[in-house]
């Protein structure tokens, strides 16, 4: 009797774990999608911004590029002050979200050729490194045997989140400013939701600030490499996604009236970007059966083929060109997640929140210099050219995973 009644104690233990996760879960996704709808904001309202005022091509690049660079010495400063891993990741993630949030809003009173709007794209960057990173360390905290799905499904989240804005430009339709009061407000709610989340029991707290992590990124191999093939991926990602409304809308206006060509690509930009969301839930759920260095190979080879794929369909039939950027939409992310869970393996669980977010400070500093030079690159070169290139990185990723793969498994997986 003593036996069996322990036995349904621990079968209830379990059932309520299993409840509160998925729970959990559900309330970080949503928080994470409305708080990362403010990460865009300025790439789907820039055609319109240009109507109302004159921003020169460097301007333009920097309210995009500005998030970047933020995100970096936001994500450096919590990786070095272990942020993510001494403090509660909910108020941490909470606190970003809502600030940021106020960061955005400056939009509406500063002149979009203003220092001001580059200023507050750079701070709603700095402060999404609270949002991004310190969300990843709440999904690991909840399994190890499913983390490539529970990884997959947070970037899936933020993908989606990235997506959003080009939507509610799309309904807002010339008024900017109607998309920048939508994301502000979006981000405020999802600030206060994930507060009702729990933490896993997986998630690991350290006790005291040790700077001396961050040297695990070059020491430990595995992590290097995950690092490695972030980073090729990385090259292509951002870039792609910040301009791929410009270049579509290029496209597209070679073959029907700009003005047509506009609006479309901001349906093309969702379309590609929200696709990805669901391709990263389902690599994921591949990659705890196959292995997740294998699902980043291919969606690597698929999303360099279909850079070059892009630039050479540059100028064609508009549902040819439509047809390649949707796919590379599904490919070009879902990798991201498993670089993630890569890290996340081989690293101490009181460690891995900053590991992390050393990981996507390091990834993102190079998409910094891709977004502000993309633009530049495709004036000077032509769109074509520069959409092949992307397929660069993809194709260095491929070889870092490759070494990776090449280890054996991960003991500590």
């Known amino acids: 009797m003593v036996s069996g009644g322990r036995a349904n104690f621990r079968r209830g233990a379990a059932m309520t774990i299993v409840g509160s996760k998925w729970y959990s ?9 409305v708080a990362m709808s403010l990460w865009f904001v300025s790439a789907a309202i820039l055609p319109d911004m240009i109507r109302e005022v004159d921003i020169s091509p460097f301007q333009q690049a920097a309210l995009s590029s500005g998030v970047q660079a933020g995100f970096v010495v936001g994500a450096l400063t919590s990786a070095y002050f272990g942020i993510p891993d001494r403090l509660d990741p909910r108020f941490v993630f909470a606190a970003s979200a809502i600030a940021a949030a106020a960061a955005n809003a400056v939009l509406l009173i500063a002149s979009p050729d203003s220092a001001t709007a580059v200023a507050a794209r750079f701070l709603t960057g700095a402060l999404l490194a609270g949002v991004y990173p310190v969300g990843m360390k709440i999904a690991v905290g909840w399994g190890k045997e499913d983390r490539g799905f529970l990884v997959g499904a947070l970037v899936g989240a933020l993908t989606l989140g990235n997506a959003m804005p080009y939507l509610i430009s799309y309904a807002g339709g010339v008024d900017w ?14 600030g206060l939701v994930v507060l009702f989340a729990k933490t896993g029991p997986y998630h690991g707290v350290a006790s005291r600030f040790d700077p001396s992590v961050v040297t695990e990124a070059w020491t430990n ?58 391709s990263c839930v389902y690599a994921g759920r591949v990659a705890d059966r196959i292995g997740k260095a294998e699902v980043t190979i291919v969606a690597m080879a698929v999303s360099g083929a279909s850079a070059i794929a892009s630039g050479l369909a540059f100028g064609g039939p508009i549902w040819l060109m439509f047809a390649i950027v949707v796919v590379w939409g599904i490919a070009v992310i879902p990798d991201s997640a498993q670089f993630s869970a890569l890290v996340a393996d081989a690293s101490r669980p009181d460690h891995a929140g900053s590991l992390m977010t050393l990981q996507t400070a390091l990834g993102f500093a190079l998409t910094f210099a891709t977004v502000q030079l993309t633009p530049v690159a495709a004036a000077k070169f032509g769109w074509p050219l520069v959409l092949a290139a992307l397929a660069i990185g993809p194709a260095l990723g491929i070889v870092a995973m490759m070494r990776l793969r090449a280890m054996g498994p991960d003991p500590n997986a």
């Not at 879960?25 to 999608?33: N, P, T």
């Not at 502000?184 to 999802?190: E, F, H, K, Q, R």
């Not at 409304?245 to 700009?258: D, F, H, K, L, V």
């Open 221 to 278: 191999r595995r992590v290097r490499l995950a690092y490695a093939g972030y980073l090729g991926h990385m090259w292509e990602l951002f870039s792609m996604w910040a301009w791929i409304a410009a270049a579509t809308s290029a496209s597209y206006a070679m073959r029907m009236p700009a003005p047509e060509a506009a609006q479309l690509a901001k349906i093309t930009a969702f379309t590609v970007i929200a696709a990805g969301a669901v």
């Open 25 to 33: 879960l559900g309330l970080l996704l949503f928080a994470e999608v």
């Open 177 to 190: 400013r109607f998309t920048v009061w939508v994301a502000s407000i979006a981000a405020c709610v999802g």
